[in-house]
């Protein structure tokens, strides 16, 4: 299960926690660049982690856009080990539908 996560400069810990979690191997975007807004979510990506304080509104609007089309479970979490272990551990609970947390 690839996870991609979008947003955030320093991601390796959240990387870590989710291979540790079995969402690995994860994808990151820093969100930065202009030409990430363009992108599209690769295939084979089934959890979308949209870093909410390290990413720009309009491409965390676009992501969950691009993610529901894609039916793609979505998780909006701050920069806390804390909160995405919360926010993964109900994802884990709900096997079907997508989960957004925030």
């Known amino acids: 299960m690839t996870t991609l996560i ?3 400069d320093r991601v390796n810990s959240y990387k870590d926690f989710l291979q540790a979690q079995g969402f690995g191997p994860v994808l990151h ?3 930065r660049k202009n030409s990430e807004c363009h992108r599209t979510i690769p295939s ?6 949209i870093m909410v304080d390290q990413v720009n ?5 676009k992501m969950r856009r691009v ?4 039916d793609l479970p979505v998780v909006f979490s701050r920069r806390s080990i804390g909160q995405l272990d919360q926010a ?4 884990k609970d709900n096997d079907d539908s997508r989960l957004r947390i925030q």
């Not at 084979?44 to 982690?49: A, E, K």
């Not at 509104?57 to 609007?61: I, N, S, Y």
């Not at 993964?88 to 994802?91: L, T």
């Open 6 to 8: 979008v947003g955030g």
């Open 29 to 31: 975007w820093t969100g």
């Open 44 to 49: 084979g990506t089934r959890l979308v982690v």
């Open 57 to 61: 509104h309009g491409l965390a609007t």
């Open 67 to 70: 993610a529901e089309e894609l």
């Open 88 to 91: 993964i551990a109900r994802f």
